[in-house]
Nanobody, 124 residues
Framework: QVQLVQPGGGLVQAGDSLRLSCTAS????????LGWFRQAPGKLREFVAA????????LYEDSVKGRFTISVDNAKRTVYLQMNSLKPEDTAAYYC?????????????????WGQGTQVTVSA
């Protein structure tokens, strides 16, 4: 079992950058695939990006391609989401997640463990 801890997000202006992190406590990411999701008020949680624990198999949601970068540092047991050129529509609570399945997935149902979420607010 893995516990995922997310530090606080932030309030930024449109065009700014922000890096989210998510650290595993209790064990490494070995064997897990990792994802970032977000949920805006009144909307369903949606996929943002995913990566295998080896750093491969990267997937992005279309609206963040070219702006967001997912990466993993197994030595630090941390997965990152670098967000550049932020837009007001990126405002949401962001959640990291870990999957024990053997591939990288977009589907929420494939993820077994979740961080507590962190708020990102982008002002116009």
């Amino acid at each position: 079992q893995v516990q995922l801890v997310q530090p606080g997000g932030g309030l930024v202006q449109a065009g700014d950058s922000l890096r989210l992190s998510c650290t595993a406590s209790g064990r490494t990411f070995s064997g897990y695939n990792l994802g970032w999701f977000r949920q805006a008020p009144g909307k369903l949680r949606e996929f943002v990006a995913a990566i295998s624990w080896t750093g491969g198999g990267i997937l992005y949601e279309d609206s963040v391609k070219g702006r967001f970068t997912i990466s993993v540092d197994n030595a630090k047991r941390t997965v990152y989401l670098q967000m550049n050129s932020l837009k007001p529509e990126d405002t949401a609570a962001y959640y990291c997640a870990a999957s024990i399945y053997g591939d990288v997935y977009r589907e929420i149902s494939k993820y077994d463990y979740w961080g507590q979420g962190t708020q990102v607010t982008v002002s116009a």
